[in-house]
């Protein structure tokens, strides 16, 4: 039980500093790295889910859910690097703000 | 719109405040969650000897929630769809332009059928162990693109590459249009056939995902020439 709530917390510390640098940072790929340290975060919950008790076999659903995850995980990150490229090919801006004053469009 | 330092660090701590009490909520119910013993581990165990696998986590892949996987693999190809319209370079004929490099050509040939040989290893031992398609076309999507960069495999060369890309999806539709046919509920696999239904959806979805992989890096990666300012 002491293991799942060390592996549970950090998970859920993870989420937690993922979270802040997701909505403080404009940058959009920090944004994209910090979403992806809060998908770790939850990976890391849901896999300690898996044993709350080592005497028990562990629980094949949860696993299956972060295998899934994963997966997706590497798809959004792969298509959001694309459209940040995008954005910075268009408008040479690598954020949601508008582009600087100083800076041609 | 221009944001001063001050209005940065006022948002900075009251988003840190804010994480701060949702970490604090979330780690109550850790607590509360620790003290609960039920899972699904019973319940698995006891329908595992009609999934048609022996292995727990590939039975409620694709099997019990084989839905999921299914959908798993349609946002790999809306993935992998998009990455190709979007790229700056768009289409398959466009990707990343390989290197010439005589010796490490000849390394890559060395070392791409042992790749292949561990995903196909991984993949035939997913039904009774750690391992499975996601993870065998991890693998050979690494060796194939190993083998584009070294000029030994042009990817964009290779004819038929959407239906590859496809054959995940294609796999899973089969199956469920199979079921539907056959009266039973959608996905829902007669214990008898599922073990051959569970290792074809697999070389499909392995075989997809590791092109899909590949394609994702490539088409995503910048010019060669490095035209772009």
Known sequence: VTLFLVYGGGGIALFVVGLHRLITVAHLIRKLIAANVMA??????????????????????????????IVVAVGITALATTLIRRLHAQTGSTTFDQPEDEQSP | MRRTAGWRLAWGAVAALACLILGLALLRELVGLAEQRAGLTSTVAAALGESGVSHPPTAVLLNFRSYDTWLEVVVLLAAVLGVLSLAERRGLSHLAAPQEVPLLRRLVDLVLPLVILGGVFLLAQGTGAPGGAFQAG??????????????????????GVMVVLVAGVVAFLVAALATLAAGRFL??????????????????????????????????????DGDRQ
């Open chain 2, 187 to 224: 996905l829902d696999f007669p214990t008898r056939a599922s073990y051959a239904v569970i290792v074809g959806i697999e070389i499909g979805i392995a075989v997809s995902t590791a092109l899909t992989l590949a394609v994702l890096v490539l088409a995503s990666a910048p010019d060669a």
């Open chain 2, 138 to 159: 991890a693998i050979v999507a690494a060796g194939l693109l190993l083998a584009h960069l070294a000029g030994s495999l042009r990817l964009d060369r290779f004819p």
């Open chain 1, 40 to 69: 770790g975060g939850v990976f890391l919950l849901l896999v300690a889910t898996a044993v709350r008790d080592a005497e028990d076999a562990p629980d094949p659903v949860p696993h299956a859910m972060v295998l899934t995850g």
